[in-house]
């Protein structure tokens, strides 16, 4: 007779990446399950992608309001309540968190709140208690890295979640890191009409992305919003005196340093394996837990998904991941993960899409491709009505197949999921050229790029 365990599998992390598995193996199979939380149910989702969203939107809301002249708005004299805000803002996550709950508890999954530590391979400890499962899937997510700088001991900071649920809205802020977190975050404090600095340690905004991106990022964060941004700065310190406190970098061989009265640090995250792995016998290294190409660790029965694995990282990605696992466990079949025509999305206004390959991507592959830029101006909809220097860029392959996009528009991401269904679907360019779209939108950049990529000579 085999060994009987509490659980058949416990989900170690409630965030994106372990509600799919959770509630995938829930419908999918009769087991019991349970889900462990040492956070918020719901993890990066409620503590950062909905807190986010709504505060990004109302930062936006006040902007536009207030710079919509042109249009004869008058909102020179609209004024806004923060504590109320924030109290919106708050009443979303708790919301998110109970939804979480209720979803979980509904589906028949058992919700355990504590910070799991293995002890061997079939057990977990929770504060003074233990548990056992068949399997366990690792879905810890990933935490703020903030090695590299020196004073985080010394000088109060925030990050990208506490700076959203702070109730005094500071004087001059400086963000450190210019990524996707980092810009949303300045975004958000320059619309509600903070002096924001915003400081980038690589070349250009949004390093991740084609350098046309970083290109009108820094245009609309400079020229629309008077951020002054700063790239190719190192930040080495963070210091503080009786009046203010100071961000130290070096840029061009210099040491600099800003002065303000408060600091988010959006300095990119590493992955979050404190969890005793070794006593199960499961490898990991300070870029991730290790896994194979079914998300299966060195230990047979334990599996990990999402950021605590490291890699390209994206809250769209580990639901895929987990929605994955999820079949793969319950079916017993080792189909291969097909992540093409993923999204990842940066949601400032204009806000960023890219789908699939970026062109940046096929570069470091030494891959052949060809590719076409439409600026939003070019499209009947936005010619003399957009500030935005934003664009479609569409990517291909030699036999005209859409293997990649890159969106700079307003709702980028509105766009973005046809293009993901192009991408997955093999969607050749003359079908993407005669894809209906509604008159007067920015689809029409679309159909131009296929259109021109189908008219060049090969």
């Known amino acids: 007779m085999g060994k009987r365990f509490d659980f058949e599998y416990i989900v170690i992390g409630s965030g994106p990446a372990g509600m799919a598995a959770a509630l995938g193996l829930a419908r999918l199979t009769d087991k019991k399950i349970a889900i462990v939380e040492g956070g918020e149910l719901g993890g990066a989702l409620s503590t950062r992608d909905i807190p986010g969203a709504a505060s990004l939107k109302f930062a936006n809301t006040y902007h536009k309001a207030t710079h919509s002249t042109e249009c004869g708005i008058s909102g020179m004299s609209l004024h806004f309540n923060f504590p109320t805000a924030v109290n919106h803002q708050e009443d979303l996550t708790k919301n998110s968190i109970l939804e979480t709950r ?22 977990i400890a929770i504060d003074e208690r233990e548990y056992s499962s068949r399997y366990f899937v690792i879905a810890t997510g990933a935490k703020l890295n903030t090695a590299n700088i020196a004073g985080t001991d010394f000088v109060n900071f925030l990050t990208p979640e506490t700076a959203l649920k702070n109730r005094r809205l500071p004087k001059a802020v400086c963000v450190v890191g210019g990524g996707a977190t980092g810009c949303e975050i300045a975004e958000y404090f320059a619309k509600l009409g903070v ?15 084609d350098e046309e991106v970083g290109k009108v990022m820094r245009e609309h964060f400079e020229n629309e919003l008077g951020v002054i941004v ?34 988010v640090l959006a300095t990119g995250s590493e992955p979050a394996t404190d969890l005793g792995l070794e006593n199960a016998n499961v490898k990991y290294k300070k870029s991730g837990i290790l896994t194979n190409s079914f998300f299966q660790t060195s230990a047979k029965n334990i599996f990990a998904i999402g950021d605590c694995i490291g890699g390209e990282s994206s809250t769209d990605l ?28 940066v949601s400032t206004c204009p806000g960023v899409a890219v789908v699939g390959f970026s062109e940046d991507d096929l570069v470091r592959r ?47 991401v509105l766009l973005a999921h046809e293009l993901a269904l192009a991408v997955r679907s093999r969607i050749g360019l003359g079908e993407l050229a005669m894809m209906p779209h509604a008159v007067l939108s920015i689809g029409e950049a679309v159909q131009i790029a296929a259109r021109r990529m189908m008219a060049r000579k090969k």
């Open 102 to 123: 209720i979803k979980l508890e509904k589906a028949g999954v058992t919700c355990i709140l504590g910070v799991a530590n293995f002890i061997d391979e079939n057990t």
């Open 195 to 209: 002096k924001t600095a915003l400081l980038e340690r690589s070349n250009r905004l949004l390093p991740r992305e």
């Open 230 to 263: 700063l790239t190719n700065a190192r930040v080495v310190a963070l210091e503080k005196d009786s009046v203010s406190k100071r961000v130290v970098f070096s840029k061009d061989g210099h040491e600099k340093m800003v002065r303000v009265d408060t600091i």
């Open 318 to 345: 580990a639901v895929m991941q987990g929605n994955y696992l999820a079949s793969t466990l319950a079916y017993r079949a080792k189909m291969p993960f097909n992540a093409t025509g993923t999204i990842r999305a």
């Open 366 to 412: 030494d891959k052949r491709y060809k590719k076409e830029l439409v600026y939003l101006s070019e499209t009947s909809v936005m010619k003399g009505l957009c500030k935005s220097k934003g664009f479609v860029k569409l990517i291909a392959n030699r036999e005209n197949h859409l293997i990649g996009a890159v969106i700079v528009a307003p709702n980028a």
